[in-house]
């Protein structure tokens, strides 16, 4: 695998538990010092690990909804036994520490990055070719997976907000990017609506064609009540465009309400089309945002500052 210029090699285990546990313990054993695990529910495999390599340091990456709430027995502890525990965001770090009871001198705040690649493509997104099936006129950008377990994302309020805006704004249009099993169910639900012509699906997109839409939009909203972070919220900033996210969650650490975007209660369609009511009578103000939200992502989220501050993590282990 490359990324960033630099070449990693990793072993995977065609999704076999089991497996993966014995090739993790075989990796511990090569006099491992630390060991990184991306998700809260790996952290019983570091302890595993931690057998086979008493002195080696263990790291366990947090991200939202998955540790809102308390973790099975075995995972809480695990969890609590890990060296370094990382959030994106201080609402998450709070709920690691109330619901899954970890020590707060083990906490640390990192929030997550642009990615590098998407950074070096956004710059030239204006001149990339969009999507063959993107609609002309005043676009409403939204990016997720659109599944039955993931409602909160609240893509429905999306949808129950366009017939309060269309009478005014007829050539308004809702893309959606992704796909899951709820996209029957959501256009279903804007069939229902009478909004069906303006709700467009776009799937299986690159990387440069996703950045196209970005460029292309007059907005992006994603009014969810469980983003830990929200890393479409910086693709959307580093484009230069207004977000509107939910008021909820880690959201609010990324959006800065009425400076960059519009943060909203989730459910709350009225709320959502008066944000992107204000935005559309408002493009001057549209585009300010859309300054300071680029500004924003250039200063405190970049990779390189991403970086640094792990890099500083490290070796406090």
């Known amino acids: 695998m490359n990324v960033a210029g630099r070449e990693f090699v990793f072993t995977g285990c065609d999704r076999g538990k089991g497996k993966f546990a014995a090739s993790a313990i075989k990796a511990a054993r090569r006099k491992a010092k630390l060991v990184l695990a991306g998700h809260p529910n790996l952290a019983p495999v570091v302890r595993l690990m931690k057998l086979a390599a008493p002195r080696m340091k263990s790291i366990v990456c947090t991200h939202g909804v998955e540790v809102w709430e308390p973790l099975s027995r075995m995972r809480r502890t695990a ?21 899954q009871g970890v020590d707060p ?7 997550w990055a642009l990615d590098p690649e998407f950074e070096a493509i956004a710059a030239s997104a204006a001149k990339t070719a969009l999507p063959p099936n993107f609609p002309k006129g005043h676009v409403i950008l939204t990016v997720g997976r659109w599944l039955k377990n993931e409602r909160y994302k609240g893509m429905d309020t ?31 639900m804007a069939e229902e609506s009478g909004v069906g012509m303006h709700v467009h699906f776009l799937s299986g997109l690159s990387y440069a064609e996703l950045a196209a839409c970005y460029a292309a939009c007059e907005m992006f909203a994603l009014p969810s ?25 880690g959201a609010p650490e990324v959006i800065q309400d009425a400076v960059t975007g519009y943060l909203v209660q989730h459910g709350d369609a009225v709320q959502l089309a008066t944000s992107i009511e204000t935005l559309l009578t408002n493009p001057e103000l549209a ?28 070796r406090e282990l």
């Open 287 to 314: 585009r300010e945002m859309g300054r300071r939200g680029k500004e924003r992502v250039e200063n405190e989220f970049r990779f390189n500052v991403f970086a640094k501050s792990l890099k500083k993590l490290l």
């Open 225 to 249: 009540r469980g983003e830990g972070f929200g890393l479409v919220y910086l693709e959307a900033m580093a484009c230069g465009k207004p977000v509107i996210g939910g008021a909820h969650g």
């Open 158 to 188: 999306l949808i129950t907000a366009l017939p309060k805006l269309l009478p005014r704004w007829p050539e308004l249009q809702l893309v959606a990017v992704g796909d899951g099993d709820d996209r029957d169910w959501l256009e279903d």
């Open 79 to 99: 969890l609590q036994k890990a060296n370094l525990v990382l959030a994106p965001s201080q609402y998450t770090a709070d709920h690691v520490k109330a619901d």
């Open 105 to 111: 001198e083990k906490l640390r705040v990192l929030p």
